[in-house]
Nanobody, 118 residues
Framework: QVQLVESGGGLVQSGGSLRLSCAAS????????MGWYRQAPGKQRELVAR????????YADSVKGRDFSISRDNAKNTVYLQMNSLKPEDTAVYYCNAEVRNPRDNYWGQGTQVTVSS
């Protein structure tokens, strides 16, 4: 199994920045990719960004053109999401996701709250 622990959320003013962290442990040799999703109250969970084991990065259409960046530190088994110029509409619980193989499966962290005030 893979365990994921998110951190770095908080309350910031519009225009502020946050860096989210997701630390993976367990059967990390099974990892294919990790990503960040978010879910606001009354909304469906949506992809924000994803990074593969080959370090291929992708971003959801909703954040393209925004100053968001996903990265990873292989030595620490940690994925980051740097978010700058935050807006109130970014307010959500942000979840870390891990895609694994053999067998193919998906794991989720507990989430970290991001609140952006206007």
């Amino acid at each position: 199994q893979v365990q994921l622990v998110e951190s770095g959320g908080g309350l910031v003013q519009s225009g502020g920045s946050l860096r989210l962290s997701c630390a993976a442990s367990g059967s990390i040799f099974r990892l294919n990719a990790m990503g960040w999703y978010r879910q606001a109250p009354g909304k469906q969970r949506e992809l924000v960004a994803r990074i593969t084991t080959e370090d291929i990065k992708s971003y959801a259409d909703s954040v393209k053109g925004r100053d968001f960046s996903i990265s990873r530190d292989n030595a620490k088994n940690t994925v980051y999401l740097q978010m700058n110029s935050l807006k109130p509409e970014d307010t959500a619980v942000y979840y870390c996701n891990a895609e694994v193989r053999n067998p193919r499966d998906n794991y989720w962290g507990q989430g970290t709250q991001v609140t952006v005030s206007s």
